[in-house]
């Protein structure tokens, strides 16, 4: 059975918010059931603005779930997020969905 815990981010996703947004990945992260093969859904249609920091503490949320054994999906990524994922080609490290479902760098069917 896969567990999911779900985070949503809201606000701004920059350096700005850094060391907040962090603790708020941690203690999700913290929450993981490790025997359950997990994966923490971070939805982002809330997030207004995103920056490379940003960008960095979801590849470390990722890295840190997949120490775990688990998996980090971001799910409904805002415009703001989807550009700067695209802008630095970080589709491939995420399952990651659109507000509109599409899945970055492929054509929506």
């Known amino acids: 059975?896969?567990?999911?815990?779900t985070l949503r981010l809201e606000g701004e996703l920059t350096i700005y918010c850094a060391q907040e947004t962090r603790q708020q990945l941690q203690q999700?992260?913290?929450g993981m059931d490790t025997h359950a093969a997990p994966t923490l859904e971070i939805d982002l249609s809330g997030v207004v603005e995103a920056d490379t920091a940003g960008m960095q503490l979801?590849?470390?949320a990722r890295r840190q779930a997949q120490a775990l054994g688990g998996e980090v999906a971001l799910k409904?990524?805002?415009?703001a997020v989807a550009e700067v994922m695209a802008l630095l080609g970080l589709a491939p490290y995420f399952d990651a969905q659109g507000?509109?479902?599409q899945i970055f760098g492929q054509e929506a069917s």
């Not at 059975?1 to 815990?5: E, F, G, I, Q």
């Not at 409904?76 to 415009?79: A, E, R, Y």
Request: with cysteine.
């Open 28 to 30: 999700a992260l913290a």
């Open 1 to 5: 059975m896969n567990h999911v815990s």
């Open 99 to 101: 507000a509109a479902g």
């Open 76 to 79: 409904d990524c805002s415009p």
């Open 58 to 60: 979801l590849l470390a």
